[in-house]
């Protein structure tokens, strides 16, 4: 896939994620959470060249479309609970939580922080 094809299917992702969050977030306090992150971390241009993907309440980051790839990547995850949102080293069971915070653009800065440091 060449750059530009990745560009443009990582930019339809996350108009999608986003709205589909927004349109669920008034009857779930989860998707609500999910649309707070989303907002944030598509604001920031790091993580919006990156392809976004969420399972089990987990905004996850990959570099690939193909879902095979996703996770073994090493790149933090953002978890959207109604109290506030978690970072983790990584999405799966067996993961570190790297930071708790009610502020979604909290938990974003410290994830492309992470990044920026080269410690996905």
Same mark, same amino acid.
């Given at each position: #896939?060449?750059?530009?094809?990745?560009?443009? /299917?990582?930019?339809?992702?996350?108009?999608?994620?986003?709205?589909?969050?927004? &349109?669920?977030?008034?009857?779930?306090? $989860?998707? $609500?959470? #999910?649309?707070?992150?989303? &907002?944030?971390?598509?604001? &920031?241009?790091?993580?919006?060249?990156?392809? *976004?993907?969420?399972? #089990?309440?987990?905004?996850?980051?990959?570099?690939?479309?193909? =879902?095979?790839?996703?996770?073994? +990547?090493? =790149? *933090?995850?953002?978890?959207?609970? *109604?109290?506030? =949102?978690?970072?983790?080293?990584? *999405?799966?069971?067996?993961?570190?939580?790297?930071? /708790?915070?009610?502020?979604?653009? +909290?938990?974003?800065?410290?994830?492309?922080?992470?990044?920026?440091?080269?410690?996905?």
């Amino acid at each position: #896939m060449d750059g530009a094809t990745f560009a443009a /299917e990582v930019a339809e992702e996350w108009r999608a994620r986003i709205e589909d969050a927004r &349109e669920r977030a008034a009857d779930s306090e $989860h998707s $609500h959470a #999910m649309w707070r992150l989303l &907002e944030a971390a598509a604001a &920031e241009p790091v993580l919006r060249a990156l392809f *976004p993907w969420t399972s #089990m309440a987990c905004l996850s980051f990959s570099t690939s479309t193909d =879902f095979r790839v996703r996770g073994g +990547e090493g =790149f *933090p995850g953002i978890v959207a609970w *109604p109290a506030g =949102f978690t970072v983790l080293d990584r *999405p799966g069971r067996s993961s570190t939580v790297l930071l /708790e915070t009610d502020d979604p653009a +909290e938990a974003v800065g410290y994830v492309v922080a992470r990044l920026r440091e080269g410690r996905a």
